[in-house]
């Protein structure tokens, strides 16, 4: 029995978590969000299980999220770049705002309180939902996507917001690449690339921002904060990482034999109810 949890209750968990990472590679490759908007929420509820604190509870789904990102974002990348689908030049334009705003975003996770993260979560993919679900062509802020000052504004706002909510960008790419013309299997695939982006330095952030956190926790035993490096719960990653990698392309697979409008129904609906989970937990 370890941090007054049973054994089979230990066993729930990594159960759980490994279903989590098959579910989190299967939307890293069919909606290109690097499966973050699904393994944060999943995680705030194991990691309540095992009795992590609540005043740290978000911070350590987000940084272990970035974390599990990183191996299947590079999964997906190397699946959709076959497709021809994915615009490098928007990769090159948007590398260094991005990498920027995700040094940004770690700053701020070191001193932001929990309810922070979640007002974040529930803004931005309720935000999404309305445009994917309700959206329609004629809703657009441009031909293209603009260059020089309002495509580095575009980067570094995706780097902030991507690491405070512990995804992979894709949501922030989606909207901004569709709103700007592109096809969503366009900004899908391309997304998936910003996600490596994010995710690495994001990582190597979050570790930066939770390693003086344990400090506070004197009585929380390793199981309770997950062997943590910083903000990443060693354990969580471990788990989840590899179930993750066999489902990616599957979704890949997927997204490019449903149509548009399909698509955006699908990851409307999903942002959607991620959403409420955390709004949820707000009031």
């Given at each position: 029995m370890i941090a007054g949890l049973n054994y089979a209750e230990i066993g729930e968990l990594i159960g759980l978590m490994i279903v989590v990472g098959?579910?989190?590679?299967?939307f890293a490759g069919l909606f290109g969000v690097g499966g973050g908007a699904i393994v944060v929420p999943f995680l705030y509820e194991c990691f309540g299980l095992a009795g992590v604190p609540v005043e740290v509870r978000i911070p350590l789904c987000v940084g272990t999220s970035l974390a599990i990102i990183i191996p299947t974002a590079i999964r997906s990348y190397l699946a959709h770049r076959p497709t021809g689908t994915i615009d490098n030049a928007i990769l090159r334009g948007w590398a260094i705002p991005i990498i920027v705003g995700v040094i940004a975003g770690t700053l701020i996770a070191r001193f932001a309180p929990e309810a922070l993260f979640k007002i974040v979560f529930v803004i931005v993919a309720w935000a999404a939902a309305i445009r994917l679900l309700f959206g329609r062509d004629s809703w657009r802020l441009g031909d293209d996507i603009p260059k020089g000052i309002m495509m580095q504004l575009y980067g570094v706002t995706m780097g902030v917001l991507s690491t405070l909510m512990g995804i992979g960008g894709?949501?922030?790419?989606?909207l901004v690449m569709t709103l700007y013309g592109r096809s969503i299997h366009q900004s899908i695939a391309t997304s998936t690339g910003l996600a490596v982006l994010i995710a690495i330095p994001g990582a190597l952030g979050y570790i930066y921002a939770g390693w003086p956190v344990a400090a506070r926790f004197p009585d929380v035993t390793a199981l309770q904060f997950p062997f943590a490096l910083g903000y990443i719960s060693l354990i969580g990653a471990a788990l989840i990482t590899p179930t993750?990698?066999?489902?990616?392309?599957?979704?890949?697979?997927?997204?490019h034999a449903l149509t548009k409008r399909q698509l955006e129904v699908g990851f409307g609906i999903y942002l959607f109810l991620t959403g409420v989970r955390f709004f949820v937990a707000l009031v």
């Open positions: 098959a579910t989190a590679g299967f894709g949501l922030f790419c989606n993750s990698l066999l489902t990616a392309p599957l979704g890949v697979k997927l997204a």
